[in-house]
């Protein structure tokens, strides 16, 4: 089957290119940020980041599936999908905005009129930036055994305990948190959901930096942490159904595929210049095409789950192997790399030898956390057994 878009799909993904074109600066690489003759520091990339959102949120592009009354286009769910596919291409500097993704459609669900008039039109308008608490020390893929706790003291609510994984917590103005409400009730029973002010006393954000030597997780420690009563969002020792609800807004995975397209064709471009790295090894070579086929087969995956959706279908297993996929590609091609440029891989960006201005060693280090994040590996492929082969539970 060849999949096609309609005249409409693709005026728009030519919208989104023009776009790019304009906004992304001079300097801008495909390789992901300014390269090593403009590269700019932390800090300027994350204020150009900022200010590069909130051009996408004026076009209600950041919330485009949300209804038209609370700031978004309404758009079909190919429309979504084309825009993020192109925004991971061109490596713009959108980021995960947890508050679009997760937090906002939540709301819109579950939460309260007062609730939605405060917090989705600043979602939208890209003014906060929430995070994400779920995971614990001993709560990753059993998200269900989270200890946080949460005790009602009249009119406000106390938490105690900590939480790992934190993306962008030391940047964000609000936390969307999971927390044990009812110790005794069957763990997935005994869980709320709160909207968390992350500047309120009691609360500690400790940075951790991954092995890229990158900072975006956090570790965050809560101490007798108050907030009011009316920050509960849904029904209380009903969050884990609500959280779970929420986690189906994640499950997107072409943004990994473009990204590793993007990549691979870089790979292209420079095996074409420097023949003498794959000259001596036609293995490297094959693995190329054979990686090109791959991105081939995930976008199609990746098509497939947006299809279903259109459809008005619920893609779970489907879903699971398009982001199990997509993300293993990612894995493999960054192996691949590593073996193109030999040695050569190996050197920071910041090295004057670098080949690829040293995007590498970067991607190789980072493509480990995209087989975790969002689901690791392991569960994605207990959910296709499960849900999609129908073998029973071990």
Not at 47 to 64: C, D
Not at 263 to 282: I, K, N, T, Y
Not at 359 to 376: C, D, H, L
Request: glycine share 10%; proline share 4%.
């Amino acid at each position: 089957m060849e999949f096609r878009f309609t005249a409409e799909e693709e005026a728009f993904r030519t919208e989104v290119r023009e776009f790019l074109k304009i906004e992304l600066p001079p300097g801008w690489s495909a390789l992901g940020g300014f390269d090593s003759e403009t590269e700019l520091g932390s800090e300027q990339q994350s204020e150009f980041g900022r200010k590069f959102n909130k051009k996408l949120a004026k076009r209600r592009w950041l919330t485009m599936p949300w209804p038209v009354e609370y700031g978004g286009l309404k758009a079909s769910i190919m429309q979504q999908m084309i825009y993020n596919e192109e925004m991971a291409y061109a490596s713009a500097p959108t980021g995960l905005s947890m508050g679009v993704a997760w937090v906002g459609p939540s709301l819109m669900i579950y939460g309260t009129e007062e609730q939605k008039k405060r917090y989705l039109p600043t979602i939208a308008s890209h003014d906060e930036i929430w995070c994400t608490l779920y995971s614990e020390s001993e709560a990753g893929s059993d998200l269900a055994s989270l200890q946080t706790r949460a005790v009602r003291d009249g009119d406000e609510w106390v938490i105690n305990g900590q939480k790992i994984w934190t993306t962008g917590a030391h940047s964000s103005d609000w936390g969307w948190i999971a927390a044990r409400t009812d110790p005794e009730a069957p763990k997935h029973k005994g869980i709320s959901m709160f909207i968390l002010p992350m500047h309120a006393p009691g609360i500690t954000v400790a940075p951790l930096i991954n092995m890229a030597g990158m900072h975006g997780f956090n570790e965050v420690f809560f101490q007798d942490v108050r907030i009011p009563a009316s920050y509960i969002v849904g029904q209380e020792n009903n969050g884990w159904y609500q959280l779970a609800v929420a986690l189906d807004f994640e499950r997107t995975s072409v943004a990994g595929v473009a990204r590793a397209r993007r990549w691979w064709e870089d790979l292209l471009r420079f095996s074409r210049e420097q023949r003498g790295f794959v000259e001596a090894r036609p293995e490297v070579r094959h693995r190329l095409a054979e990686i090109g086929l791959e991105i081939e087969a995930g976008k199609n995956l990746c098509y497939r789950v947006a299809t279903l959706q259109q459809a008005g279908q619920i893609p779970n297993y489907e879903a699971s192997i398009a982001k199990l996929y997509s993300s293993e590609v990612g894995r493999r091609l960054s192996g691949t790399g590593m073996e193109l440029l030999g040695l050569y891989g190996q050197l920071h960006p910041r090295s004057k030898y670098a080949y690829l201005r040293g995007r590498i060693e970067r991607y190789y280090q980072v493509s480990v956390a995209e087989t975790i994040a969002g689901g690791t590996s392991e569960i994605m492929r207990n959910i296709i057994a499960i849900r999609g082969l129908g073998l029973p539970k071990g």
